[in-house]
């Protein structure tokens, strides 16, 4: 994987939004990504940052609400293979343990 994005979508509305978040990790679905929930976010991975832009763009049309936010980091370095977990991995080392408690 070259590219690693922050996916991040809000249906503003009052209710639960976990709905509208299937929705949307059904769309990631039908591209060629990795990607990983979170409590807050989703983590992509791909080797071509246009299929991250492609995969967001589909998860952010299938939420059916009135206003939706949608905020998208990426890190790409298209001559280098990255993956999240070698950069969880490397964190770990230093601390001399799991980052997770």
């Given at each position: 994987m070259?590219?690693?994005?922050?996916?991040e979508?809000?249906?503003?509305?009052?209710?639960?939004?976990?709905?509208?978040?299937?929705?949307?990790?059904?769309?990631?679905?039908?591209?060629?990504?990795?990607?990983?929930?979170?409590?807050?976010?989703?983590?992509?991975?791909?080797?071509?940052?246009?299929?991250?832009?492609?995969?967001?763009?589909?998860?952010?049309?299938?939420?059916?609400?009135?206003?939706?936010?949608?905020?998208?980091?990426?890190?790409?370095?298209?001559?280098?293979?990255?993956?999240?977990?070698?950069?969880?991995?490397?964190?770990?080392?230093?601390?001399?343990?799991?980052?997770?408690?």
């Amino acid at each position: 994987m070259t590219a690693i994005a922050r996916l991040e979508i809000i249906p503003v509305r009052e209710e639960h939004m976990s709905d509208q978040i299937a929705a949307a990790l059904d769309a990631l679905d039908e591209f060629d990504i990795t990607y990983e929930l979170t409590p807050m976010d989703t983590v992509i991975e791909a080797d071509d940052v246009s299929e991250i832009f492609q995969a967001a763009a589909a998860a952010h049309d299938v939420i059916d609400e009135e206003r939706v936010i949608t905020s998208l980091e990426i890190d790409d370095q298209p001559g280098r293979e990255q993956h999240t977990s070698d950069r969880v991995t490397t964190v770990e080392h230093r601390l001399g343990r799991s980052a997770s408690r």
